[in-house]
């Protein structure tokens, strides 16, 4: 329902803007929903507004040891 | 990567249980659809698209009453490209603008403040679709189109609620769901609060799920899994963006531009508390009240069973209208209308159904 | 010129217009079949198969980043022209000029249409000009119309494709669509990409050298790759199988597509060219055009298969297959 893309903010702008980049395409988005985004962060863009950072660490270990429980599971 | 997602897939193929999986949001459906995941699963896991796509659950009559307000000279509409197709019951926007409309897309509601500076003698009509994700962004908007003073802006809230849908969905006794496949971004905004109340009150696994295709797989496997050991959590799987307690400032500038209030869903009827209108703080911006529209009756469409394709009771290729009538190009029901609509997803990617057809 | 601006009387048939031609087109053009000033160019082109193609160009913004209308509207008809076989040697310009618009404007157009003339080795050789009010046209509409000779032994159709037979793409697909798209009003964003128009005049030598093993072309313009391979297994009564993971798709056309909730498989092209060839042949034609410019990106994406006829089918990355449909209705940015 919500289509959204990473890009990374690499510029803070007056009233809650910034610039970010999107695989080298540059747009003008609004951060008031983010207000603590930092330069160098990536941040998830909807309809010209960071939705929320992005944190790309989180989760990958909890799946690693689901996966090897769930095929141990099987055997 | 491709061995990582064959992994899931092996994971998910060695269950044996019937499982029915509703993915909610229309997002879903068409990552579903692009990467051809149906066609990979065995056929004891089926999926189910549900109500999650706001441009499907448009009702005709409110399509009508935008209809209605276009067609005044002074007024600019501004939307997003999805709805440019939606049916009304005689007309749509792309027939309205053919007919000297004044309709534009844009990507950003931040672009309507724009286009509202520059034309002070037209009156800037926003039409403002979509779900919790899209909301805040069209109230931050209404903000700053109140500070900056611009008197000629105003909004068509067509806005809705998913939760509400949801609950509806669940407490049907028809529908056999086993476990929900729940919206990324909307829950990025919303917190996980509405699906653990969900998943306690109907004993329902709830998963909130990225939109790759290895998202989509990982939350298939974390909903088995649930199954498999009886439990009925909300978990989510798209840990880099959503966070538990959600986007508490997105949901603070929603409650302070928008109320709920009743809201007419295409398929589904009105369902009490799914809609947003503007407070009355708001009242000068809100197009109903503007140019005061009366309310649309929805006609009902003829063989089409966009309602059961919504809550997951039919699946499209059950439809007579189905590729016949309703295609992508001249479509009927909702679900065929807006590109990551049930039936447009299957219409456009799924083998074999053509030659059926023919 | 006095005038920096077209004005209807540019439009009447008398002095004006004739100065116009004068003095924008056959000073950038100059060749001696259009100065003879006929009703039409006359010329002689032995005998032998010949191959004709015509196209309108209507585009905002006239100038756009890697182009203009001018460059589009001579690079269309010759890449249509190449696509049949053909190497171009005439073209024909017809314009429709707006009241208004600047004749510096035009002049850089007719400019711009000499130069990719004479990279392409095509003449200019006749023309038209009307002018309509301002308010009923775009700036500047073109229609080129083009003729073309086809060398013995080429003959390239739909129906000569066979399964087995190899997809090969000149290039990365979507930049020309993307570079408009951005130009947008309601769609502020900038991009790096730029329009790949350009003239496919270097696969002369491909062609000549493969003859009867490339069994056909297609140039995929407006409707993008998708609509064109499409329309080739409707033609051929084949089908046709791609790898989704092989298409050349740059990071940049991607993100924006992503981004705006398009396809670039269903983004506009102005330079790129799909060969169907003879599958034992296709890694000498892809070796050969990675050398040529601007084809260092060309990919074998697919093959032609017997079933199911008349359908495009896309190996996704979880490698299942799904239909690649033609394009429904306008390609438009969206947000679910």
Request: a negative charge; one cysteine or more; hydrophobic letters at 40%.
């Amino acid at each position: 329902m919500c289509l959204g893309v990473p890009g990374r903010i690499i510029e803070m702008k007056e009233n809650y803007r910034a610039i970010v980049d999107v695989n080298g395409n540059r747009m003008e988005i609004s951060v008031r929903l983010t207000p603590e985004v930092q330069v160098g962060q990536y941040v998830l863009i909807h309809a010209g507004f960071a939705m929320e950072i992005i944190d790309e660490d989180a989760a990958r270990e909890t799946m690693q040891l689901l996966l090897e429980v769930m095929e141990y599971g099987q055997l | 990567m491709a061995s990582y997602s064959q992994r899931l897939l092996q994971v998910i193929r060695s269950t044996n249980r019937e499982i029915s999986l509703m993915e909610v949001c229309g997002t879903h459906t068409m990552a579903i659809a692009r990467s051809g995941i149906r066609e990979l699963l065995p056929p004891n896991i089926r999926l189910l698209s549900g109500p999650g796509c706001p441009v499907c659950v448009t009702s005709q009559g409110d399509i009508d009453s935008v209809i209605e307000m276009v067609r005044r000279e002074e007024v600019i509409l501004l939307t997003f490209g999805d709805m440019m197709r939606v049916p009304g019951t005689r007309s749509s926007l792309q027939e309205e603008r053919s007919r000297g409309a004044d309709v534009r897309v844009v990507y950003s509601p931040l672009e309507a403040l724009k286009i509202a500076e520059n034309n002070p003698d037209r009156e800037v009509v926003f039409l403002g679709i979509g779900f919790e994700t899209t909301v805040p962004t069209v109230a931050v908007t209404l903000e700053e189109a109140r500070e900056a003073g611009l008197h000629n802006f105003s909004l068509f809230s067509l806005h809705k609620l998913v939760p509400p849908a949801l609950e509806l969905i669940m407490s049907d006794p028809e529908i056999r769901v086993d476990g929900l496949i729940c919206p990324g971004h909307v829950t990025a905004v919303t917190g996980l609060r509405p699906y653990e109340t969900l998943a306690h009150k109907y004993g329902k696994p709830c998963v909130v799920t990225g939109f790759e295709a290895v998202d989509i797989l990982e939350g298939i496997v974390m909903l088995i899994h649930q199954l498999q050991n009886s439990t009925a959590r909300a978990e989510i799987q798209y840990k880099r963006v959503v966070k538990p307690e959600g986007n508490p400032a997105a949901m603070d500038a929603i409650w302070r531009v928008f109320e709920t209030a009743p809201s007419r869903w295409r398929g589904l009827g009105m369902i009490p508390d799914s809609g947003l209108q503007l407070r009355d703080e708001y009242a000068a911006m809100d197009a109903r009240r503007k140019f005061n529209l009366p309310e649309m009756e929805d006609i009902p469409i003829k063989g089409c069973i966009c309602g059961a394709v919504l809550t997951g009771k039919k699946i499209p290729t059950d439809c007579a209208l189905f590729g016949r009538s309703c295609t992508p190009l001249e479509p009927v029901g909702p679900c065929m209308v807006s590109q990551e609509g049930a039936c447009a997803a299957y219409y456009r990617y799924t083998p074999g159904k053509r030659k059926v057809l023919e | 010129m006095k005038n920096e601006r077209i004005l209807m009387a540019h439009g009447s048939g008398g002095r004006m217009s004739q100065q116009l031609i004068k003095e924008v087109f056959q000073a950038a053009w100059n060749n001696e079949i259009m100065e003879s000033m006929l009703d039409g160019a006359v010329f002689d082109l032995g005998t032998g198969r010949l191959a004709m193609s015509t196209d309108s160009f209507v585009i905002t913004p006239l100038f756009f980043p890697g182009g203009d209308i001018g460059k589009l509207a001579v690079c269309g008809t010759v890449n249509d022209l190449i696509a049949c076989g053909a190497r171009p040697v005439y073209l024909s310009a017809a314009f429709i000029i707006e009241e208004g618009l600047p004749i510096s404007d035009l002049r850089r157009i007719a400019r711009s249409m000499a130069e990719t003339a004479m990279e392409c080795g095509v003449k200019l050789v006749t023309g038209d000009t009307k002018v309509v009010e301002r308010g009923k046209a775009d700036g500047v509409y073109i229609n080129t119309t083009g003729i073309g000779l086809i060398p013995e032994g080429i003959d390239y159709r739909p129906a000569r494709i066979k399964p087995g037979d190899k997809v090969i793409v000149t290039g990365q697909v979507g930049d020309h669509g993307l570079a408009i798209l951005a130009q947008r009003e309601g769609l502020s964003f900038g991009t790096p990409a730029l329009s790949d128009c350009a003239p496919l005049v270097g696969l002369e030598g491909i062609m000549n050298r493969y003859g009867g093993s490339i069994r056909c072309m297609r140039d995929p313009t407006r409707g993008g790759l998708a609509t064109a391979l499409n329309e080739i297994a409707a033609q051929s009564g084949r089908g046709i199988r791609v790898r989704e993971a092989d298409i050349p798709i740059s990071p940049v056309v991607q993100g924006a597509c992503d981004m705006l909730g398009m396809d670039p498989l269903y983004m506009a092209n102005e330079g790129k060219m799909i060969i169907f060839a003879a599958s034992e042949c296709a890694a000498d034609i892809l070796s050969d055009l990675r050398r040529l410019p601007g084809m260092e990106n060309a990919a074998v994406i697919g093959s032609v298969i017997p079933e199911p006829a008349g359908m495009v089918l896309i190996e996704t990355e979880l490698g299942a297959d799904r239909i690649l449909g033609i394009l429904e209705g306008e390609h438009i940015p969206r947000i679910c």
